[in-house]
């Protein structure tokens, strides 16, 4: 179904329902993020502890502005749909079923992504390798995408609103720059905010394709929802 913007928002630290420990990044170490990734599915999709919906399972302000969105786009005569930018499953739809996990790609926790690859390569490169890998792994349950830049390349119409933090942006970089052309290139068509005001990543923020003005309603659909909120608490 097409939807005429699609809404892609970083997950949260805190949830609804108990972390088991086994679903917490900091218990699991690679060399590199390959077998991190691997090794942390794994356990994501064997673990028996009881799915939620993706929707109900995140907790904070931030979430809160994020579910309010879809109502305020319908309300204007557009269609929207929802997705998490995940540290732990990848591209997920806010309706998919998932397990509480513990991940993140904010610096300074302890399950940070940056923490568990024992291998010394920048902090750039392990989120955007890290992001690639998970964004790959199938799930016998979620509903994912296999990037963001697939997405634009199967919605040429539809305007893409990216809600998340400097490091989140961060690791989405290279997939918002994936080389494909014109308004397939997925940084043509998306607008980062974050805290209320728009942000730079690289190139998209030099070339933001306001596709019939759908990006500039967004933005304000987003900070009328926030009243003035700070997005970045709660964001990890």
Not at 24 to 46: F, I, P
């Amino acid at each position: 179904m097409h939807s005429d913007i699609h809404i892609f928002a970083a997950c949260t630290d805190r949830k609804r329902l108990p972390v088991p420990n086994r679903l917490r990044l900091r218990s699991v170490s690679r060399n590199d993020t390959s077998n991190l990734a691997k090794a942390w599915w794994l356990r994501l999709e064997n673990n028996q502890t009881e799915a939620v919906v993706a929707e109900h399972l995140y907790a904070g302000d931030h979430w809160s502005t994020v579910r309010k969105l879809p109502a305020i786009v319908q309300q204007q005569g557009l269609t929207s749909q929802s997705w998490v930018i995940s540290a732990g499953y990848g591209l997920v739809s806010v309706t998919s079923e998932i397990r509480p996990y513990s991940a993140t790609f904010a610096a300074s926790y302890p399950d940070s992504v940056t923490n568990r690859v024992t291998k010394v390569v920048s902090r750039k490169v392990v989120l955007q390798s890290w992001w690639k890998e998970i964004c790959a792994m199938k799930s016998a349950s979620a509903i994912k995408a296999r990037s963001i830049s697939h997405l634009a390349r199967r919605t040429p119409d539809s305007t893409f609103i990216i809600i998340a933090s400097p490091d989140y942006l961060l690791a989405l970089e290279q997939d918002l720059i994936a080389e494909h052309p014109g308004p397939y290139r997925a940084f043509n068509r998306a607008h980062a905010v974050c805290s209320g005001r728009s942000v730079g990543i690289a190139a998209c923020a030099r070339r933001i394709y306001d596709s019939k003005k759908k990006v500039g309603f967004a933005c304000r659909c987003f900070a009328a929802a926030t009243q003035e909120d700070r997005c970045q608490e709660s964001v990890a």
